[in-house]
């Protein structure tokens, strides 16, 4: 997957994420698998005050190193 975004000051950040398995279901599986456990074992009710939450704002660094670690994803980061 290649994504592309933009910040307030107009930066351009360009992400490459890749897996080892289908994205339809193997490496979608591992990766749910592994944002349950980060919910779990590393994000606690003092770091989410209430509200909607998506994954990354939620979990950041710490989802995308058990991601990297564990469901076989790698993550390239480049600055334009």
């Not at 930066?11 to 980060?38: F, H, I, Q, W």
């Not at 074992?41 to 005050?49: A, H, P, R, S, W």
Request: charged share 25%; hydrophobic share 35%; aromatic share 6%.
């Amino acid at each position: 997957m290649y994504l592309i975004g933009k910040d307030a000051e107009g930066n351009e950040m360009r992400v490459t994420v890749k897996g080892d398995r289908d994205p339809g279901y193997g490496s979608t599986s591992k990766m749910l698998g592994e944002t349950a456990m980060c919910l779990l074992t590393e994000i606690g009710k003092k770091d989410l005050n209430g509200g909607f939450w998506t994954p990354a704002t939620a979990m950041g660094q710490k989802l995308i190193d058990r991601l990297t670690a564990n469901a076989g994803l790698t993550f390239e980061a480049e600055n334009k």
